[in-house]
């Protein structure tokens, strides 16, 4: 897919930190220093069957983590590995392309001894609430249908449906504000 997004263009639009926290987790921004972890996501099915639905290989995921530099390079707001404030690796986080011009869609996965425990929840609230700040005219999740966990908790927080591709099996949300 090519994204033909404009996020960087316009000097209103800010740069996400490179360091975020919540009360449990703290969010660093992704650099090659983090491929190896990136790799171990890359190849655990279990996670990858909410996300691609195919694992990688060491060299995809080199270049998966090369894209994702230069993303953060080019439009002031990337991936962020994810530990809790005791260092445990939980996941990544972060904002990705969208397809919808001028839009910022947000994402996380988390490895499966993390499911269950408040972090996605904890994750989409910070990820919105800082997209909310970049100066970006629309925030968007993109989750995969079946994926009824993910699902609650962007409508908990105020996403609504706005498409869906059935190739992938997946929903489009955008954010419309604090549900009601």
């Given at each position: 897919?090519?994204?033909?997004?404009t996020?960087?263009?316009?000097p209103?639009?800010?740069?996400?930190?490179?360091q975020m926290?919540?009360?449990?987790?703290?969010?660093s921004r992704f650099?090659?220093?983090?491929?190896d972890?990136?790799?171990?996501?890359d190849?655990?099915?279990?996670?990858?069957?909410?996300?691609?639905?195919?694992?990688?290989?060491?060299?995809?995921?080199?270049?998966?983590a090369?894209r994702?530099?230069a993303f953060?390079?080019e439009h002031g707001?990337?991936d962020?590995?994810?530990h809790?404030?005791?260092?445990?690796?939980v996941?990544?986080a972060?904002?990705?392309?969208?397809?919808r011009?001028?839009?910022i869609?947000?994402?996380?996965a988390l490895?499966p001894?993390h499911?269950?425990k408040?972090?996605?929840?904890?994750l989409?609230r910070?990820l919105?609430d800082t997209?909310?700040?970049l100066?970006?005219?629309?925030?968007v999740a993109?989750v995969?249908?079946?994926n009824?966990a993910?699902r609650r908790?962007v409508?908990n927080?105020?996403y609504e449906i706005?498409g869906?591709?059935?190739?992938?099996d997946?929903?489009t949300y955008r954010?419309?504000?604090p549900?009601?």
């Amino acid at each position: 897919m090519i994204f033909t997004d404009t996020m960087s263009s316009d000097p209103a639009k800010r740069e996400a930190p490179a360091q975020m926290r919540t009360k449990r987790l703290v969010c660093s921004r992704f650099t090659l220093d983090h491929v190896d972890a990136l790799g171990v996501m890359d190849r655990d099915m279990t996670v990858q069957q909410w996300l691609f639905g195919k694992t990688y290989t060491v060299q995809e995921t080199r270049e998966r983590a090369e894209r994702r530099i230069a993303f953060w390079n080019e439009h002031g707001a990337g991936d962020y590995i994810v530990h809790t404030l005791a260092g445990e690796f939980v996941g990544f986080a972060g904002f990705f392309p969208s397809p919808r011009p001028d839009a910022i869609a947000i994402g996380y996965a988390l490895m499966p001894d993390h499911w269950r425990k408040g972090y996605g929840s904890e994750l989409a609230r910070l990820l919105t609430d800082t997209a909310l700040t970049l100066g970006r005219a629309e925030i968007v999740a993109t989750v995969r249908a079946t994926n009824t966990a993910s699902r609650r908790i962007v409508e908990n927080l105020g996403y609504e449906i706005i498409g869906s591709d059935l190739e992938y099996d997946t929903l489009t949300y955008r954010f419309t504000g604090p549900a009601r």
